[in-house]
Nanobody, 128 residues
Framework: QVPLVESGGGLVQTGDSLRLSCATS????????VAWFRQGDENERHFVAG????????YYADSMEGRFTISRDNAKNTVYLQMNSLKLEDTAVYYC?????????????????????WGQGTQVTVSS
């Protein structure tokens, strides 16, 4: 398991923006899928966005695409989640997770069960 640290959460109003960061030290993400999941009061983690780190290809849950953008910074070994036009329903704990990339994007990358490493999460609270 690889230590991951999320940061950037906070309390914002509807329509505001946040950028979350997922970082590690001592290794690269280049062989991995890095994904963001979120968990609200329902106690289930839902896929938000993922990136094939080595190529930069990105994938989004249908409800997120257009407002959220996932990206990477190779020099900093960091993956970002830019969140715009935040809504009340975006309130959740956001988690970063990694899994070894198998060579093609498959449906299981959008489910939490196979991911090997998880951060502690960062709280995003959207209020009106």
């Amino acid at each position: 398991q690889v230590p991951l640290v999320e940061s950037g959460g906070g309390l914002v109003q509807t329509g505001d923006s946040l950028r979350l960061s997922c970082a590690t030290s001592g290794r690269t993400f280049i062989r991995d899928v890095v994904a963001w999941f979120r968990q609200g009061d329902e106690n289930e983690r839902h896929f938000v966005a993922g990136i094939i780190y080595g190529t930069g290809a990105t994938y989004y849950a249908d409800s997120m695409e257009g407002r959220f953008t996932i990206s990477r910074d190779n020099a900093k070994n960091t993956v970002y989640l830019q969140m715009n036009s935040l809504k009340l329903e975006d309130t959740a704990v956001y988690y970063c997770a990694i899994i070894r990339y198998s060579g093609s994007w498959l449906p299981h990358y959008e489910k939490p069960y196979g991911y090997d490493s998880w951060g502690q999460g960062t709280q995003v609270t959207v209020s009106s």
